[in-house]
């Protein structure tokens, strides 16, 4: 059975950081890419950032780089989000997504609010 299982959300005052985690299980994780989306009220789901298969070059949305840091463990098949210098806008619902060819899977995602 497939999970992906995010945690570390919450509440944080603008300028701090979170670290999400995905935990993964039920098919192959090293072959997969691994990415984070998020999804704010009233706004379509975006990609933030994602982490080829084969561990090369993590991508990110314009709007994070700089601030937000992707990683993954194969070996514990789990990949990790930092997020520092959070600002309002990074409030979202923040969704982990495994992906190879055409077969995805979701996690639930985890909610990230930025106020102080």
């Known amino acids: 059975q497939v999970q992906l299982v995010e945690s570390g959300g919450g509440l944080v005052q603008p300028g701090g950081s979170l670290r999400l985690s995905c935990a993964a299980s039920g098919f192959t994780f090293s072959t997969y890419a691994m990415s984070w989306h998020r999804q704010a009220p009233g706004k379509a789901r975006e990609l933030v950032a994602v982490?080829?298969?084969?561990?090369?070059?993590?991508n990110y949305a314009d709007s994070v780089k700089g601030r937000f840091t992707i990683s993954r463990d194969n070996a514990k098949k789990m990949v990790y989000l930092q997020m520092n210098t959070l600002k309002s806008e990074d409030t979202a619902v923040y969704y982990c997504?495994?992906?190879?060819?055409?077969?995805?899977?979701w996690g639930q995602g985890t909610q990230v609010t930025v106020s102080s």
């Open positions: 982490s080829a298969s084969g561990g090369g070059r993590s």
């Open positions: 997504k495994a992906n190879w060819l055409s077969v995805s899977y």
